[in-house]
């Protein structure tokens, strides 16, 4: 794997790897391989090697669409949504579908008290432990800062019903972590 020549950018690797140049999609992977992944692992509720396939899935993805690529976004942000796409298929195949309702015996009574942080691998696990919808709700509101209209776009949900699941799924969270409403 070479380097990017000096003067070289992202667009011109996306041009030359759409046209099959490996090497310029090999660059255009190491920019964005840390991004991908991160959004991946959330998702996958911190599982390391479900993560690392979703990825490597994400990837293998955009090189058969990339010919197709319109370049109507940049390409860091094509490739993200076509990774969350892939994260959220994969929720949906193992029959735990992010779009389902929770009961409401399942959900903690709601409180005031704003989430606060706790100590990152317990919250890793308290998050791993939320149910797909809620998970999917809360990573991508809270940790990827997605709007609500995006979030219900993607998951086919209404807006109203993403602020609802993200209020629940932080309510899970509290809960989880010992905090009292």
């Given at each position: 794997m070479s380097p990017a020549p000096p003067g070289a950018n992202d667009t011109d690797d996306v041009h030359a790897a759409a046209a099959g140049d490996r090497h310029a999609f090999q660059r255009l992977y190491r920019l964005h391989v840390?991004?991908?992944?991160?959004?991946?692992?959330?998702l996958a509720g911190y599982d390391?090697?479900?993560?690392?396939?979703?990825?490597?899935?994400?990837?293998?993805?955009?090189?058969q669409k990339l010919p197709?690529?319109?370049?109507?976004?940049?390409?860091?942000?094509?490739?993200?949504?076509?990774?969350?796409?892939?994260?959220?298929?994969?929720?949906?195949?193992?029959?735990?579908?992010?779009?389902s309702m929770l009961d409401d015996e399942q959900l903690p009574d709601p409180?005031?008290?704003p989430f606060c942080a706790a100590e990152r691998q317990e919250l890793e696990r308290a998050i791993s432990r939320l149910p797909p919808r809620a998970r999917a709700v809360l990573v991508l509101h809270d940790i990827e800062?997605?709007?609500?209209?995006?979030?219900?776009?993607e998951l086919d949900m209404a807006v109203g019903t993403s602020k609802a699941q993200l209020h629940r799924a932080r309510g899970l969270l509290r809960k989880a972590l010992g905090e009292s409403s």
């Open positions: 840390g991004r991908v992944h991160g959004a991946v692992y959330r390391h090697a479900r993560a690392e396939d979703l990825t490597q899935d994400a990837f293998i993805r955009a090189w197709g690529f319109r370049h109507e976004s940049a390409f860091g942000t094509w490739l993200y949504r076509l990774a969350v796409n892939v994260a959220l298929m994969d929720i949906r195949a193992r029959g735990a579908d992010p779009v409180g005031e008290t800062g997605w709007r609500h209209e995006d979030i219900g776009g």
